[in-house]
């Protein structure tokens, strides 16, 4: 089971891993984690990047080592990751990487009730879904077919995992899509017919 957190969203542990590189002012880290596509690997609400920064000051997992002015701009406070800070992203990470944790994806969501919708149509949409999974997976291919041999594989590993994710996501939409339109998926001739009789 997770832990709970004293600042418990992804963002932090993503800050506190940013400030293991060096001290940096809270425009820096966004910059750095931008420039790393880190909005690819989890939803990011930027404009709340100050108030994480400060919950994790407050905690103790960072300190402000010093302020900064560039002419006319207003002061800058830079952050270093404390001890504390350290052992707190190594934790997080340990138990990220070492313990599944139940995740709810919205297409599952979505799968759970899709007899609400007639079979010819669930199909229509989940084959749209199956044709934007393609471009997304040959898009991805095509960025890790870039990055190959001119960075270290350890820089994109997160990559692969979502690719992989897309294209087993994509495969079983496919699978999905073909059992509802050969008639051959468990229970959809009750499900056609519950459509055409007007039941809900």
């Known amino acids: 089971m997770a832990r709970r957190r004293k600042v418990g969203n992804l963002l932090a542990l993503h800050i506190l891993a940013t400030l293991h590189q060096r001290p940096m002012h809270p425009y820096e880290i966004a ?4 420039g790393r596509g880190k909005e690819q690997d989890f939803k990011i609400q930027w404009g709340s990047l100050y108030t994480v920064v400060g919950n994790l000051e407050k905690h103790g997992f960072i300190r402000a080592a010093e302020t900064t002015r560039e002419g006319k701009r207003p002061e800058r406070t830079v952050y270093s990751l404390t001890e504390a800070g350290r052992d707190e992203c190594a934790d ?3 138990e990220l990487v070492g313990a599944p944790e139940r995740e709810y994806p919205r297409l599952r969501a979505a799968l759970s009730v899709l007899g609400v919708l007639p079979p010819d149509e669930a199909a229509y949409l989940l084959h749209k879904r199956a044709e934007i999974l393609a471009h997304q997976i040959a898009a991805e291919e095509a960025q890790l077919t870039a990055t190959h041999g001119a960075v270290p594989r350890i820089f994109t590993i997160e990559a692969e995992f979502g690719l992989q994710l897309l294209r087993a996501e994509a ?9 509802i339109e050969d008639g051959t998926l468990s229970g959809v001739d009750m499900w056609r017919r519950l459509h055409e009789e007007g039941h809900d």
């Not at 910059?31 to 931008?34: D, K, P």
């Open 31 to 34: 910059a750095e984690m931008r």
């Open 92 to 94: 997080w990470l340990r």
């Open 171 to 179: 495969d079983y939409v496919r699978g999905l899509v073909a059992e």
